[in-house]
């Protein structure tokens, strides 16, 4: 398909490496207008469609720190799902997010994204069911703990 070069107007091919008036990176546009227009539909089509597991506490409300690998021993309250061990299940163009409760309206209006701490990517396909079949009563937490940021890589395998 033929567009105008962003650089210099001219009709070029979108399939062409470069502009051949101006050199101006044409597939390498091209292609990250492709990621951002995807990225905005993705954010565009977020909405919350239920609860499912907190990844971090395994649906348990809180997590148990081992001293090898955790750094540290003994527990502490989930403020990922506020002591509940759920979070909220948001569904996008991109697939099912987990999405901690105090981080939901953030990612529903577009300004936190999977990797975001309290915000995982769950794949293409819904999950299924719970590992308990009652969530405990929900904390209401205002931000997730610095302290606990830090670990969450290491608490998520």
């Not at 469609?49 to 907190?54: A, K, M, P, T």
């Amino acid at each position: 398909m033929m567009i105008a070069c962003p650089e210099c107007a001219k009709q070029v091919s979108d399939r062409a490496a470069a502009c051949p008036e101006c050199g101006f990176p044409i597939r390498e546009w091209v292609e990250q207008e492709r990621e951002r227009l995807e990225a905005k539909k993705a954010i565009e089509s977020r909405k919350q469609v239920g609860e499912v597991d907190c990844l971090p506490c395994g649906a348990r409300g809180f997590v148990v720190f081992d001293e090898k690998e955790h750094g540290r021993s003994g527990f502490t309250w989930c403020p990922i799902c506020g002591h509940s061990g759920r979070v909220a299940l948001c569904e996008s163009s991109d697939g099912f997010h987990a999405v901690s409760w105090t981080q939901l309206a953030g990612f529903l209006a577009g300004s936190l994204h999977p990797g975001d701490p309290g915000v995982d990517f769950l794949g293409k396909q819904r999950p299924e069911g719970f590992k308990y079949p009652q969530a405990g009563t929900r904390h209401e937490y205002t931000t997730i703990p610095p302290w606990f940021v830090a670990l969450l890589p290491r608490l998520i395998t």
